[in-house]
C-alpha cells in the first residue's frame, strides 16, 4: 500500500516513525517549508517532520498550498492508495482529498465531534474535560467533520500540561495509524457519521489569553495553566525591585488556602485566587530557568505577601 504521509510538529513524528517501522511504503512525505530560526533569525529550520523523513530517505515535498495545478499534478504523480495525515497545518481541496484511491484519514487529537479546529488537546485541559483522545477519521471538505473509524480514549489528569498530553496522544497516534492502515488493507475499516450534538471549535491559542487572572476558582486557573504550557505559557506580572516583570506559571497545584486574589500566602508560593488557591508547582522569570515556585521565590527574594499584578478586565460586550 503506498502512502502519502503528511504532517509538520513533532506530535507528528511518532506516526511516521512507527509507519514506516510497520513496513508500509511511504513514497513521499508532505510538510510545511523550513523557516528562518534561532536568536537573530539566521537558521532555517526544518520541521520535525522534515527531518526525519530526510532520515528515512523519503522524499519531502514543502508546497505553501496545494491549490495550484502544479501542487495536485505533484501530488497524483505519486499514485498513493492512501493520504495519511497529522497536523499538517495546511487545508488540503477537494482534488488532493480524492487523488489516493482509499482517500485520505485524519489523526485528530481529540473526541470529535468536540474540539474540531487547531488547539483541541490545549482546549479540553483548559475547558477542563475529564477524557480526551485520538480519532481516525475520513477526511472530507468540512474541517474536522469526516466520518470517524477508529477512536482511542484517555482520561486527562489533574497534573497533565498540553506538553505532557501531547506526548501521550503522539504515541496512541502512531499505534492507531498502524492499526487503522491494516483493517484498511484488509477491507474492515468501518466508519461512522459524527453526531450532530456536541460540536465545538477548538480555536487557535491567542497570546491575549495567557495572562492569568487570579479572581477565578482555583481549579479553572490550574487548568488554564496548565493548557498553555509549555508553550505559549500563562504569566503573571509580579515588582521586581520597583518594576513589574512576567513570570511564566508552567504548573501548579489546588489546594484550600485562602487570601485576597494573587497574593502570595508562603514560602511555597501558595497563591490565593477568588476560590481556593494555587501552588506554584513551576513557574519561570524571563531569561530564567523554570524551577520550583520555593525556588523562584529563594532564588528572586520575592516576600511573602507580595501580589501579582490584577489582569485587566475583558472588554464590555456591550
Given amino acids: 500500500m503506498r502512502v502519502v504521509f503528511m504532517g509538520a510538529p513533532e506530535f507528528s513524528v ?8 510497520a513496513g508500509r511504503d511511504v513514497v513521499a512525505v508532505y510538510t510545511r517549508a523550513p523557516k528562518p530560526g534561532g536568536r537573530r533569525g539566521l537558521e532555517i529550520r526544518k520541521t520535525p517532520v522534515h527531518e526525519a523523513a530526510e532520515s528515512f530517505g523519503i522524499p519531502v515535498h514543502t508546497p505553501p498550498t496545494l491549490r495550484s495545478a502544479e501542487a495536485r499534478e505533484t501530488f497524483r504523480s505519486h499514485a498513493a492508495d492512501i493520504g495519511l495525515v497529522i497536523a499538517y497545518g495546511l487545508l488540503l481541496p477537494p482534488e488532493i482529498l480524492a487523488a489516493p484511491r482509499f482517500g485520505c484519514l485524519n489523526l485528530h487529537g ?3 465531534p468536540r474540539w474540531r479546529g487547531a488547539a483541541p488537546i490545549q482546549r479540553a485541559i483548559m475547558a477542563g474535560d475529564r477524557e480526551t483522545g485520538v480519532d481516525l477519521m475520513r477526511m472530507e471538505a ?3 467533520t469526516g466520518p470517524v473509524a ?5 482520561p486527562i489528569r489533574p497534573e497533565d500540561t498540553a506538553g505532557d498530553l501531547t506526548a501521550r496522544l503522539a504515541q496512541l497516534a502512531a499505534e492507531l495509524a498502524v492499526r487503522g492502515l491494516t483493517a484498511l488493507e484488509e477491507g474492515r475499516l468501518e466508519f461512522r457519521d459524527q453526531p450532530g450534538a456536541g460540536a465545538c471549535y477548538a480555536h487557535k491559542i491567542d497570546k491575549r489569553e495567557c ?14 495553566i496548565h493548557g498553555l504550557s509549555p508553550a505559549p505559557g500563562a504569566y503573571a506580572s509580579l515588582v521586581f525591585r520597583g518594576s513589574p516583570e512576567r513570570v511564566k506559571i508552567l504548573r501548579a497545584e489546588t489546594t484550600d488556602a485562602t487570601g485576597a486574589p494573587g497574593t502570595i500566602l508562603d514560602r511555597a508560593m501558595t497563591v490565593a485566587c477568588g476560590t481556593g488557591a494555587l501552588r506554584i508547582v ?5 531569561g530564567r530557568t523554570a524551577v520550583s515556585g520555593e525556588i523562584l521565590m529563594r532564588r528572586e527574594s520575592i516576600p511573602v505577601g507580595a501580589a501579582f499584578m490584577p489582569a485587566p478586565s475583558p472588554p464590555d460586550a456591550n
Avoid: C, F, K, Y
Avoid at 14 to 21: I, M, Y
Avoid at 150 to 154: A, G, L
Fill in 14 to 21: 511518532p506516526t511516521l516513525r512507527r509507519v514506516v517501522d
Fill in 282 to 286: 513551576e513557574g519561570q522569570r524571563a
Fill in 211 to 224: 495572562e492569568i487572572d487570579w479572581r477565578g476558582d482555583a481549579e479553572s486557573i490550574r487548568n488554564h
Fill in 142 to 144: 468540512g474541517l474536522d
Fill in 110 to 112: 481529540s473526541l470529535l
Fill in 150 to 154: 477508529m477512536r482511542e480514549v484517555v
